[in-house]
């Protein structure tokens, strides 16, 4: 037998669950004050809220291995500063499910895998490549995991109000940045898959278990699109397209189901 040894774990039941974590955390007296709890926002640009604050005032509530503020106009939970990866995502979405959360986007900034995407553009990724590790202890091996479609095309179309054009497809989640090969990016790029990145997959495994909404928005950044790794010299664009992102994120999550 290879190890690690996925292909049956999915099937065993696990000795510690998020239920046990909130149900902990809670007897502690060290949960964040929700007044209500449907949509959270992952904000990997962790200084956006304040920055983004006149505009969309947010109260912080407390933490959870994140920061943890409220949008106080509609109740949106926003996290930053939890770090990166599909298990510290997968972990917190279980944790935040458990509390009642039922819709979740991740907005971050990624790789560019495709010649005709620049920086700054968004991409709405619908279907995650599984290239992480966490998503392997909660379903079957297959390739792909799939993000809620009916909270992609509600993004989207928050984001195309906003005038800002925005592309949707598929995204390569990765865990290991510094091993992003040629010959993956030959192979991804000849499949059109859009950009790279290191939680979508993990958090739409966190939505299919848990029967949540989930999906996530990718701001092009830097590009491997000519098979060498290319930034831009100005980040610009870069910063008003996760505006416009983050904005649109906040509206559809807090709008009724």
Same mark, same amino acid.
């Given at each position: 037998?290879?190890?690690?040894?996925?292909?049956?774990?999915?099937?065993?039941?696990?000795? !510690?669950?998020? %239920?046990?974590? &909130?149900?902990?955390?809670? *007897?502690?007296?060290? $949960?964040?004050?929700?007044?209500? @709890?449907?949509?959270?926002?992952?904000?990997?640009?962790?200084?956006?809220?304040?920055?983004?604050?006149?505009?969309?005032?947010?109260?912080?509530?407390?933490?959870?291995?994140?920061?943890?503020?409220?949008?106080?106009?509609?109740?949106?939970?926003?996290?930053?500063?939890?770090?990166?990866?599909?298990?510290?995502?997968?972990? !917190?979405?279980? %944790?935040?499910? &458990?509390?009642?959360?039922? *819709?979740?986007?991740? $907005?971050?900034?990624?790789?560019? @895998?495709?010649?005709?995407?620049?920086?700054?553009?968004?991409?709405?990724?619908?279907?995650?490549?599984?290239?992480?590790?966490?998503?392997?202890?909660?379903?079957?091996?297959?390739?792909?995991?799939?993000?809620?479609?009916?909270?992609?095309?509600?993004?989207?179309?928050?984001?195309?109000?906003?005038?800002?054009?925005?592309?949707?497809?598929?995204?390569?989640?990765?865990?290991?940045?510094? *091993?992003?090969?040629?010959?993956?990016?030959?192979?991804?790029?000849?499949?059109?898959?859009?950009?790279?990145?290191?939680?979508?997959?993990?958090?739409?495994?966190?939505?299919?278990?848990?029967?949540?909404?989930?999906?996530?928005?990718?701001?092009?950044?830097?590009?491997?699109?000519?098979?060498?790794?290319?930034?831009?010299?100005?980040?610009?664009?870069?910063?008003?397209?996760?505006?416009?992102?983050?904005?649109?994120?906040?509206?559809?999550?807090?709008?009724?189901?």
């Amino acid at each position: 037998m290879s190890f690690p040894n996925y292909s049956d774990k999915y099937k065993s039941e696990s000795l !510690l669950k998020a %239920e046990d974590i &909130v149900a902990y955390r809670g *007897r502690l007296g060290r $949960m964040p004050k929700f007044k209500k @709890l449907d949509g959270v926002l992952f904000c990997l640009e962790r200084g956006l809220p304040h920055r983004m604050r006149l505009r969309i005032p947010v109260k912080r509530i407390g933490a959870m291995n994140a920061d943890v503020d409220e949008v106080k106009r509609n109740g949106v939970i926003v996290l930053t500063n939890f770090g990166g990866g599909s298990p510290i995502v997968a972990e !917190l979405a279980e %944790e935040l499910s &458990v509390m009642g959360a039922r *819709r979740m986007i991740l $907005m971050t900034w990624g790789g560019i @895998l495709q010649p005709d995407i620049k920086a700054g553009d968004i991409v709405i990724c619908n279907q995650a490549i599984r290239d992480d590790g966490t998503s392997h202890h909660y379903l079957p091996p297959e390739k792909y995991i799939q993000a809620d479609a009916q909270l992609s095309e509600r993004l989207a179309r928050a984001i195309r109000a906003r005038g800002a054009s925005c592309t949707t497809g598929t995204t390569w989640t990765t865990d290991a940045p510094y *091993r992003e090969t040629l010959d993956e990016v030959k192979r991804y790029q000849s499949e059109g898959v859009k950009t790279v990145e290191m939680e979508s997959a993990g958090l739409f495994t966190i939505g299919q278990v848990r029967g949540i909404q989930t999906v996530s928005v990718v701001i092009g950044m830097d590009s491997l699109a000519a098979y060498r790794w290319q930034v831009p010299e100005r980040l610009d664009d870069i910063m008003h397209s996760l505006e416009i992102a983050y904005t649109a994120c906040v509206d559809v999550l807090g709008e009724s189901s």
